[in-house]
């Protein structure tokens, strides 16, 4: 059984940190991409930074330069820290695994920016 295990979110005011982290078990984690997407009240789910099983990775326009997408293969751990969050950033984030057609996701995690 697949399971992704988000953990770390929790309020922060504006200009603040935090670093989510994805506990993946029942996967063959080190070649599976792993992603972070988030979804705002009345949004749709938006790709926020992925990394490959190479170690490469990319992020949204809306993040670059402020958060950073890592993985420690030993762990089985995707991790996602969050630099500068503005109030935007307020979003419930989901823990994504992917490899060819299969695809898996975590139950979420909040995330709340504000003062």
């Known amino acids: 059984q697949v399971q992704l295990m988000e953990s770390g979110g929790g309020l922060v005011q504006p200009g603040g940190s935090l670093k989510l982290s994805c506990a993946a078990s029942?996967?063959?984690?080190?070649?599976?991409?792993m992603s972070w997407y988030r979804q705002a009240p009345g949004e749709q789910r938006e790709l926020v930074a992925t990394?490959?099983?190479?170690?490469?990775?990319n992020y949204a326009d809306s993040v670059k330069g402020r958060f950073t997408i890592s993985r420690d293969n030993a762990k089985n751990t995707v991790y996602l820290q969050m630099n500068s969050l503005k109030p935007e950033d307020t979003a419930v984030y989901y823990c994504?695994?992917?490899?060819?057609?299969?695809?898996?996701w975590g139950q979420g995690t909040q995330v709340t920016v504000s003062s």
């Open positions: 990394i490959r099983n190479g170690g490469s990775t």
């Open positions: 029942g996967i063959r984690f080190s070649i599976y991409t």
């Open positions: 994504n695994a992917g490899l060819a057609m299969k695809r898996y």
